[in-house]
């Protein structure tokens, strides 16, 4: 709590000073990502990030890193492959403020893979919260993120599902049908998938009837 509080201050305190600097200067001078700069550095884009832009990073604190499994970090420091495909995976190519991210269901990242937005509870960027919003750098945008977001490789459907964090419902209904272990496996298969909001239109006893009657699903 004093953490979050501290980084508040931090952006609110900053945020005209900062709106000179680049991404990658700010994120130096804050002193709240020693391990994202070094990531930064590491994975040779530095100079990407200090370019024009404009970006949208979403911006996982020291802390955020420090909650990944032990051997983690070290692992993607010793691999710069997959340690550049982390970091491109929180940078998006355009400048999104906070009003504008939760118009889009997701956002396609440098890595390629897309973000899921989920805007319930407050914003959630592919499960990370946003802890602190908007802070404006002269190429492009920061957000603060609570959590470390790895890239799906390779990941089946299921997978993506469950991490989008809007088709619960779905995936509930997967796992009642049995329906989990066939998508998981072969394919390829498209699979035009209802979110919770679109469940939720249903008639409360039609869509308990069909996840209690796994034959009907």
């Given at each position: 709590?004093k953490?979050?509080?501290?980084?508040?201050?931090?952006?609110?305190?900053?945020?005209?000073?900062?709106?000179?600097?680049?991404?990658?200067?700010?994120?130096?001078?804050?002193?709240?990502?020693?391990?994202?700069?070094?990531?930064?550095?590491?994975?040779?884009?530095?100079?990407?990030?200090?370019?024009?832009?404009?970006?949208?990073?979403?911006?996982?604190?020291?802390?955020?890193?420090?909650?990944?499994?032990?051997?983690?970090?070290?692992?993607?420091?010793?691999?710069?492959?997959?340690?550049?495909?982390?970091?491109?995976?929180?940078?998006?190519?355009?400048?999104?403020?906070?009003?504008?991210?939760v118009?889009?269901?997701?956002?396609?990242?440098?890595?390629?893979?897309?973000?899921?937005?989920?805007?319930r509870?407050?914003?959630k960027?592919?499960?990370?919260?946003?802890?602190?919003?908007?802070?404006?750098?002269?190429?492009?945008?920061?957000?603060?993120?609570?959590?470390?977001?790895?890239?799906?490789e390779?990941?089946?459907?299921?997978?993506?599902?469950?991490?989008?964090?809007?088709?619960?419902?779905?995936?509930?209904?997967?796992?009642?049908?049995?329906?989990?272990?066939?998508?998981?496996?072969?394919?390829?298969?498209?699979?035009?998938?209802?979110?919770?909001?679109?469940?939720a239109?249903?008639?409360?006893?039609?869509?308990?009837?069909?996840?209690?009657?796994?034959?009907?699903?």
């Amino acid at each position: 709590m004093k953490k979050t509080m501290i980084l508040i201050l931090f952006a609110l305190v900053s945020l005209v000073a900062f709106s000179q600097k680049n991404i990658v200067d700010i994120a130096v001078e804050s002193g709240n990502f020693k391990t994202l700069v070094a990531a930064i550095e590491t994975a040779g884009l530095a100079d990407v990030l200090k370019g024009s832009g404009p970006f949208t990073v979403f911006a996982p604190t020291d802390e955020a890193f420090e909650n990944l499994p032990a051997g983690t970090v070290k692992a993607l420091l010793d691999n710069v492959s997959k340690l550049r495909s982390v970091l491109l995976y929180h940078v998006v190519s355009g400048e999104y403020s906070f009003e504008s991210i939760v118009l889009y269901p997701a956002l396609q990242t440098l890595h390629g893979q897309s973000l899921a937005i989920d805007t319930r509870g407050g914003l959630k960027i592919d499960g990370a919260a946003v802890t602190v919003k908007d802070i404006k750098a002269s190429n492009g945008v920061i957000h603060i993120i609570d959590t470390v977001m790895i890239p799906r490789e390779e990941a089946n459907l299921v997978q993506v599902a469950r991490d989008s964090g809007i088709l619960e419902t779905l995936v509930l209904a997967l796992e009642k049908s049995s329906l989990v272990d066939t998508l998981r496996s072969g394919g390829p298969y498209t699979l035009f998938a209802p979110s919770d909001i679109a469940f939720a239109r249903v008639p409360a006893e039609t869509r308990e009837a069909l996840l209690n009657e796994p034959q009907w699903l």
